[in-house]
């Protein structure tokens, strides 16, 4: 079992950034790929950025590239989320993600076994 929380969210004004971590239990987190996801109000949830265990694997959605970056540190359990040059449309409640697997189908929920319970994200215009 691995259970996932996530930290750093809050309040923002429009070009600000935030840093989210996602800290795993469990030894075995390291041997895991991670996703970040995130749901504003009323819309479905959406794939962000994923990572593989090893970091030799990035993929990110086109609409966060050169904002958002993935990174993981192993030794310490967590993966974390840099958000730059946040919009008002990057609202939403971010959540992380994990599975041990190799990258398969990192855009897809289904994919990953365990989840965070998320943290807010506000960007004022």
């Known amino acids: 079992q691995v259970q996932l929380v996530e930290s750093g969210g809050g309040s923002v004004q429009a070009g600000g950034s935030l840093r989210l971590l996602c800290v795993g239990s469990?030894?075995?987190?390291?041997?895991?790929?991670t996703g970040w996801f995130r749901q504003a109000p009323g819309k479905e949830r959406e794939f962000v950025c994923g990572?593989?265990?090893?970091?030799?694997?990035?993929k990110c959605r086109t609409f966060v590239k050169d904002r958002f970056t993935i990174a993981r540190d192993n030794d310490k359990n967590t993966v974390y989320l840099q958000m730059n040059s946040l919009k008002p449309e990057d609202t939403a409640v971010y959540s992380c993600?994990?599975?041990?697997?190799?990258?398969?189908?990192?855009?897809?929920?289904?994919?990953?076994?365990?989840w965070g319970q998320g943290t807010q994200v506000t960007v004022s215009s």
């Open positions: 993600a994990a599975i041990p697997d190799e990258m398969r189908r990192p855009f897809s929920e289904r994919f990953y076994g365990y």
């Open positions: 469990g030894r075995t987190f390291g041997s895991f790929v």
């Open positions: 990572i593989s265990w090893n970091s030799d694997n990035v």
